[in-house]
């Protein structure tokens, strides 16, 4: 599995766990899970509709994948977070329906597009794979700080001037990219499995954020790997193996916190219970 | 109780502010001021409009009228003279957030980048953390804490880039007399060592009576300030209101009680807000 | 006169007496009003990321029935079932934690999709099924569906009005409920099972795209408009029969007024619809009714 043939996969794989790690611990942080599905998913039509007019389909998907972004960040600020994120890509699939419908043939292409395809990206899509990986490493750590703020306390974010509704614009920017750049190889019903499942186990292992983080990409390494390996020896596509180990990696991170000894939360401390101001109305 | 006030400049002004949301009137001609180092109470019952007044003051809420000085110049988008402790902290367990990383992020989480370790920094966040009494659970996940816990980290979180005015919404709400009185006393001995004014809501006077310089008594969507002699009086608080209640003092406790239904009613205009000279 | 041109023009030849189409207006009629019953509380929940999950789920239930020769929407539902047990299971109250608990089971079910989509032999039919399902818009139903497609509606708004109460309480504060005797774990679970069943008889009705559409969409526009919680729910449910209804007929004309008979599908026409409404009902309610908060916290102080 090491041939030649197959190099460019790990090396895409590599690329794409490194970025999903990174950008996963703030996802799992942010509570980001919905946006991280919506985007790749509802990008689909944008991918529909540049093999209607011949364009490349990646290229297709990477700009509605960045509509998206500003259609929830836009309707964030008029509705509750998950509404508005639900709204986006109804919206963005409804789009997708349409040019769908404008074709008569089931390209095989969509298959590969929606679960992935371990062969999806060629050589000389590596270094553009690359690139946009790195930009998304870069932005995360240019925006570490107040995005780290403005995560864990909005309130007091907001009154050191870091605007919520921009950083979550920015993260969402983030999100696309980061999708749309390993879309080819995971497909865009599973690669937000691997935002959400290595940083969400990662939390279990460490309280300090910088580790956290560390952990995150190491487990999407191995996740991904442990992929690519079983999907060429058992013929069987990449996208159920990168699903079924999510679920396995987020399991063990269940069980590691299992393990360790919690302080006990007191009762001075009360969970968010679910939004109150549907049905009570807007708080002063 | 006096506070040394290092630098007696004027920190905060808030001139005829008047606030409307969701079509009703908050606020209505709200005057103040708060010396440097002063220990201010805002003092109102729950709904009065106490967090709306902080949240204008923190420039998170546009006045409909009036306007807000901070150190004698309008109020900007980010002030770092303005320190914040919110009502509501909430943080979740899951989150992999030790208490010392939150109290850092108060040093410089509003610059972009990454937080470069440095013996400075850890000292200034051991230092701030020190002073909070939080030393003992610094590396523990800050969503693990317990509300008094989490409520001192916030505190060093606000106070660690040395601002000269600190804003606490209702940190006693919920808290039984015993902690109220640490919180008081921490927030009271660390302002006070570090020159620090504070304006503290709460919706019951009688733990801030010993530390509080002054207060500010918001009711009907106005406002009184001054001493507590001044303003905690059956005169003033009844024109405040507009209708007649009752200050009590029981030894060293003051309860402010509603009059009966048949008083006399002052159709007098409450008079405009004092302040110290 | 001008009347019965102006109707002749608006409803194209043949709509009134066309099968299909009274088939269609009757499902979307059914299945906006359970929608609007449960999506109400989805909303409320802050659940809208589960009640969309299950219809992603339920496609690989469905794959999976087609496997092994069964009717899809009884893999669909099996399936829902099963993942709303596990959400559950896995899940915690706080949201966020439900959101991540609700992902990895949507990360395991698609995985479980390609699995069987790759499995069957007729590959590119279950495929052309699967993404019908999860793009298309199905609005021919065999017959014999439609007593079944009754029969669970009416058991999931049965559901509903039997857990109303409670569930209110249990929505709006855990603590309050559980203090008042009512168990929040239990009734988290029986509404998870009526929005399964809600959700596998949209998706495969109507397809998934308008499954998560009109769970949403109507009830986030019907909360905009009113705060109590049966007036949102009757609200819900006009607006999603409404739009449904509406796009039926837009849908039905549109393959006489589009060049070359191209008719519009009736998921696109019906969402944008839903879209549109949206944003004219919140933006003539206006922004003072709009409380001032950050995207990610439910709510602040």
Known sequence: ?284 | MVRAVGRSSEILAVEGVSVSLSGREILHDVSFRVEGGEFIGLIGSNGAGKTTLLRVILGLVEPTSGQVLIAGKARSRRNPLIGYVPQKIGLDPDMPIRARDLVGLGLDGHRFGVPRPSARRNALIDEMLEAVDATRFAEDRVGNLSGGEQQRIMIAHALISRPRLLLLDEPLANLDIRSEQEVVALVARITAEQQVAVLISAHDMNPLLPVMDRVVYVAAGRVASGTTEEVVSTETLSQLYGHHVDVIHVNDRVLVVAGRENDVHHSVEPNSPRWSA | MMLLSISSSVFEPGFFSSAPVHVALIVGAVVSVVSGVVGTFTVVRGQSFAGHSLADIGTAGGSAAYLIGITPLYGFLAMNLMAAGVMELIGIRRPRGRDLATGIVLGAALGLAALFLYLDTTSSSTTGATVNVLFGSIFTLPPGMVPVIAVLSLVAVGFMLVLYRPLILSSLSPDLAAARGVSVRPIGIGFLVALAIAVSLSAITIGAILSTALLIGPAAIALRLTKRTGHAIVTAAIVGIAATWLGILLAYDSYYWMPSNRAWPVSFIVVTLIFVFYLVVDLAVGRRARPRRSPMVPETG
């Open chain 1, 1 to 284: 599995m090491f041939s030649p043939f197959m190099i460019n996969a790990w090396e895409a794989c590599t690329i794409i766990a490194i970025v999903a790690g990174v950008v996963g611990f703030f996802t799992v942080l942010r509570g980001s899970a919905f946006a991280a599905h919506a985007l790749p998913n509802g990008a689909f039509a944008g991918a529909a509709a540049a093999s209607l007019i011949g364009a490349n389909a990646i290229l297709g998907l990477g700009v509605f994948s960045l509509l998206g972004a500003f259609a929830i960040a836009n309707l964030s600020r008029r509705a509750r977070h998950d509404v508005a994120t639900a709204l986006a890509i109804v919206a963005m699939l409804g789009l997708g329906s349409l040019f769908l419908s404008m074709t008569t043939e089931y390209a095989p292409e969509i298959y590969s597009l929606l679960f992935g395809e371990v062969l999806g990206i060629g050589t000389n899509e590596l270094l553009p794979a690359a690139l946009i990986g790195a930009v998304c490493i870069a932005a995360i750590l240019f925006l570490y700080r107040p995005l780290m703020l403005s995560s864990i306390t909005p309130d007091t974010a907001e009154a050191r001037g870091i605007k919520s509704h921009r950083m979550e614009l920015a993260f969402l920017i983030v999100i696309a990219l980061a999708t749309t750049m390993a879309v080819p190889v995971v497909g865009t019903l599973l690669i937000f499995s691997l935002l959400i499942s290595p940083a969400a186990a990662a939390r279990s292992f460490t309280n300090k954020p910088a580790t956290a983080m560390g952990l995150s990409v190491a487990f999407a390494l191995g996740m991904v790997w442990l992929a690519i390996a079983l999907s060429y020896t058992t013929n069987l596509p990449i996208g159920f193996y990168v699903g079924v180990l999510g679920a396995v990696t987020y399991a063990v991170g269940r069980g590691r916190a299992g393990w360790r000894p919690n302080r006990t939360v007191s009762p001075n401390q009360s969970e968010p219970t679910a939004p109150v101001d549907a049905l009570i109305g807007p708080s002063r």
